[in-house]
C-alpha cells in the first residue's frame, strides 16, 4: 500500500472515530449543558429553610448555602415527606440569553408568582416545578435536576 493511501486511511479513521465520540457524548446528557459540580448538605426542617419544612414548598439554595459556580443556585422543592427535586437555576434552553440591551439583566429560573411552574423570564419558557418537564416556550429541554437523597433530617444535594 502506497503511503498516500495509508494516510487517507488512518485520516478518515480518525475522522469517522472522533464523528463516533461526539454523537455518544451528545446522547449521553441529552445535548444539554453538563451540570456544574454540586454537594450540599441540608437540614430541610430547620427554620433556616423553612419554606421546604412542608410539602409543596420551594427555596432558593445560592451561595450562602454551600453553592459554588458556575452554577446559578439551586431550586429545591419538597414533592412528599421524604422525596425533594433539585433543579439548577442556570436555564438548559440559551443559558447565556440576556433581556435588555445592555446585557445587563441576563436569564434565571424562578418560582416565585409563577408557581407551580419554573419561569425562564428571559425566553418565556415555562417548566413544571414538580418534575422539570417543560410546559410552554421555546426550551425542548427539561430542568436541569441534582440528585437529592433524603436520610433522616439530612437533605444531601449532589451531581
Given at each position: 500500500?502506497?503511503?498516500?493511501?495509508?494516510?487517507?486511511?488512518?485520516?478518515?479513521?480518525?475522522?469517522?472515530?472522533?464523528?463516533?465520540?461526539?454523537?455518544?457524548?451528545?446522547?449521553?446528557?441529552?445535548?444539554?449543558?453538563?451540570?456544574?459540580?454540586?454537594?450540599?448538605?441540608?437540614?430541610?426542617?430547620?427554620?433556616?429553610?423553612?419554606?421546604?419544612?412542608?410539602?409543596?414548598?420551594?427555596?432558593?439554595?445560592?451561595?450562602?448555602d454551600g453553592v459554588d459556580p458556575p452554577s446559578r443556585g439551586v431550586i429545591v422543592y419538597r414533592l412528599s415527606t421524604d422525596q425533594f427535586m433539585a433543579y439548577e437555576r442556570t436555564?438548559?434552553?440559551?443559558?447565556?440569553?440576556?433581556?435588555?440591551?445592555?446585557?445587563?439583566?441576563?436569564?434565571?429560573?424562578?418560582?416565585?408568582?409563577?408557581?407551580?411552574?419554573?419561569?425562564?423570564?428571559?425566553?418565556?419558557?415555562?417548566?413544571?416545578?414538580?418534575?422539570?418537564?417543560?410546559?410552554?416556550?421555546?426550551?425542548?429541554?427539561?430542568?436541569?435536576?441534582?440528585?437529592?437523597?433524603?436520610?433522616?433530617?439530612?437533605?444531601?444535594?449532589?451531581?
Open positions: 500500500m502506497n503511503k498516500i493511501k495509508l494516510f487517507f486511511h488512518i485520516k478518515s479513521g480518525v475522522i469517522i472515530f472522533l464523528l463516533l465520540l461526539s454523537t455518544a457524548c451528545e446522547k449521553e446528557n441529552g445535548g444539554r449543558l453538563p451540570l456544574p459540580p454540586m454537594n450540599l448538605t441540608i437540614d430541610p426542617n430547620s427554620t433556616i429553610y423553612q419554606e421546604i419544612n412542608v410539602v409543596g414548598g420551594w427555596v432558593y439554595l445560592g451561595y450562602e436555564p438548559p434552553f440559551k443559558p447565556d440569553s440576556c433581556c435588555n440591551e445592555n446585557k445587563t439583566v441576563c436569564t434565571s429560573l424562578l418560582v416565585g408568582n409563577y408557581f407551580p411552574f419554573v419561569m425562564d423570564t428571559c425566553t418565556g419558557s415555562k417548566y413544571l416545578i414538580l418534575d422539570g418537564s417543560v410546559v410552554s416556550g421555546l426550551s425542548n429541554m427539561s430542568l436541569s435536576m441534582f440528585v437529592t437523597e433524603y436520610y433522616g433530617d439530612l437533605l444531601y444535594i449532589h451531581d
